[in-house]
Antibody
């Protein structure tokens, strides 16, 4: 059974940083592209970032490019999202996704002073 | 960026009704179109991929159609769990973009 468990969310001040993690199990992590998707309160989802299976290619939404960095550690079966220079508009539930049909439960990030 | 527009914003219907949801892309996305259902407090759940193929375990009351820039999701007979938000998403070009959603509510 595929499991995706996000962690690392919380309350952070504007301009601050957070690192989200997604621990995966139930599939061969190193052979799948992985994604981060977020959903602000009362809004539709936004596909934030994608990283290919080897980690050699990454893609970012314009809203986070230059501030967020996606990475992966196949030895730890873990996906990461380093978020810097956080803004109030980054407040959202952040989900990791193995594919379009497999998402975790999410972790809440609140950016507020 | 491809802009996805869903209509209507809200549908007020009764259990057992047939509903039709629409999704329009600002340019052709071929058949690279997904539909999701989102229940309160949950992550979106994939219903349809490749515009018309039901995802694993999705019942036959859900059907998707269309290609290019115009797409439709039909729910043939609404069940209680179908009163939810529905999103379309194009995965033709990065960034993959969602519509703003259609809320299906009980009349």
């Amino acid at each position: 059974e595929v499991q995706l468990v996000e962690s690392g969310g919380g309350l952070v001040q504007p301009g601050g940083s957070l690192r989200l993690s997604c621990a995966v199990s139930g599939f061969t992590f190193s052979t799948y592209a992985m994604s981060w998707v977020r959903q602000a309160p009362g809004k539709g989802p936004e596909w934030v970032s994608v990283i290919n299976d080897s980690g050699s290619s990454t893609y970012y939404a314009d809203s986070v490019r230059g501030r967020f960095t996606v990475s992966r550690d196949s030895a730890k079966n873990t996906l990461y999202l380093q978020m810097n220079s956080l803004r109030a508009e980054d407040t959202a539930i952040y989900y990791c996704a193995k594919s379009f049909g497999e998402w975790g439960l999410g972790t809440l990030v609140i950016v507020s002073s | 960026e491809i802009v996805m527009t869903q209509s209507p914003a809200t549908l007020s219907v009764s259990p057992g009704d047939k509903v039709t949801l629409s999704c329009r892309a600002s340019q052709s996305v071929d058949s690279d179109l997904l539909w999701y259902r989102q229940k309160p407090g949950q992550a979106p759940s994939l219903l349809i991929h490749d515009a018309s193929t039901r995802a694993t375990g999705i019942p036959a009351r859900f059907s998707g159609s269309g290609s290019g820039a115009e797409f439709t999701l039909i729910i043939s007979s609404l069940q209680s769990e179908d009163f939810a938000l529905y999103y379309c998403q194009q995965v033709k070009n990065w960034p993959w973009t969602f519509g703003q959603g259609t809320k299906v509510e009980i009349k």
